[in-house]
């Protein structure tokens, strides 16, 4: 039995996963296309990768050196995606890939910066990839997610991390709680708190404005789909500050303004939660996994996602916050300072 194996860097809520699939075939030699495409309302531009997925009497080995193997020339795909009986055709982009175990040639990535917007959970956006050699059209269709409500923070006032503690003073709080209502089409949800800073040098006064660092908080699943759950995920605010001073730098003769958070949650499609499922690792002794596509003629995937900043703006520390930073063990090293 011959072998068919493709792989593809692709971009999952805010993290670059790899994702390796093999497919075993019957067939006689033959070339497959291998489509991913995530469409995100909030984004300025859409991106759509299509490989080929290679098969032959030659040992996987051989044919990853080959660039005719897994990538597609100029001109020999049409691209497009269907906004309610607009075409939109993308362009072509060359992209420049790393030296590696595949063929290391420039490959092609198709974008557009046409908006794409949602006006309903049921409205239909269709991917067409139209093979100019051999006229086989590769076809999807998804949804889009409206975007989040965010409770928990309130937007209008200051973030808290500290509590009030009587014979302690201010002590850290015993759990932070981020909390939104879920949006109809969307299954995962995976939260990042964004500390925003600035930083200036001393020995110039230059500014940097906006440095961050993220902190991953957690997941959370609505397995129905539906709008209008109540959500969360929690997480200490001692450990907040731990992995903050672990891990943001310091430059010598500098200090840091301004703390503040953005509240940044990524929200995955049904069909995009599926294909993580179908394709993240097997803990189990049979690694016989169940694939996953949801294109017409083709393997891969056309879904959607919804990743923004809920909070819609960037939210400062309260005073007390400011002063656990510049005064804790944990991150007094930093050089946080009030003015």
Wanted: aromatic share 12%; proline share 3%.
């Amino acid at each position: 039995m011959k072998r068919i194996s493709l792989s593809i860097l692709v971009v999952i809520s805010f993290f670059i996963v790899g994702c390796e699939t093999e497919v075993e075939l019957n067939d006689d030699y033959e070339f497959n296309s291998y489509v991913f495409c995530l469409l995100d309302q909030n984004a300025d531009t859409q991106f759509v990768r299509v490989n080929r997925a290679f098969l032959g009497s030659n040992s996987a080995d051989d044919m990853v050196k080959y660039e005719d193997s897994i990538n597609y020339k100029s001109g020999d795909l049409n691209v497009e995606i269907i906004d309610e009986g607009n075409v939109i055709r993308l362009e072509g982009d060359l992209v420049s890939k790393e030296a590696g175990y595949f063929n290391n040639s420039d490959y092609i990535v198709y974008y557009t910066t046409a908006p794409i917007t949602f006006s309903s959970a049921d409205k239909l956006y269709e991917l067409r990839v139209t093979n100019n050699l051999t006229g086989e059209v590769i076809t999807g269709k998804t949804s889009l997610i409206d975007n989040l409500t965010l409770n928990d923070p309130n937007p209008n006032f200051d973030v808290s991390f500290i509590r009030n503690c009587s014979e302690e003073g201010y002590c850290f709080g015993r759990s932070f709680t981020i909390n939104w209502r879920s949006s109809e089409n969307a299954v995962k949800y995976e939260v990042t708190l964004r500390l925003v800073y600035d930083e200036i040098d001393l020995s110039t006064n230059d500014t940097i404005v906006g440095k961050y660092f993220d902190f991953y908080v957690g997941a959370n699943s609505n397995t129905r789909a539906n709008s209008g759950t109540v959500m969360t995920v929690d997480f200490s605010p001692e450990l907040f500050y731990t992995v903050i001073g672990r891990s943001v730098e310091t430059p010598p003769n500098t200090v840091k303004r301004l703390p503040r958070v953005e509240v940044l949650i990524a929200a995955a499609h049904e069909d995009l939660s599926l294909y993580i499922d179908a394709t993240k690792p097997s803990n189990d002794i049979n690694q016989n996994k169940p694939s996953y596509s949801n294109l017409s003629n083709g393997i891969g995937l056309f879904s959607s996602r919804n990743y923004r900043n809920v909070a819609q703006k960037q939210l400062p520390f309260n005073p007390q916050s400011i002063q656990k930073l510049i005064e804790s063990d944990l991150t007094k090293h930093l050089n946080f300072r009030t003015n």
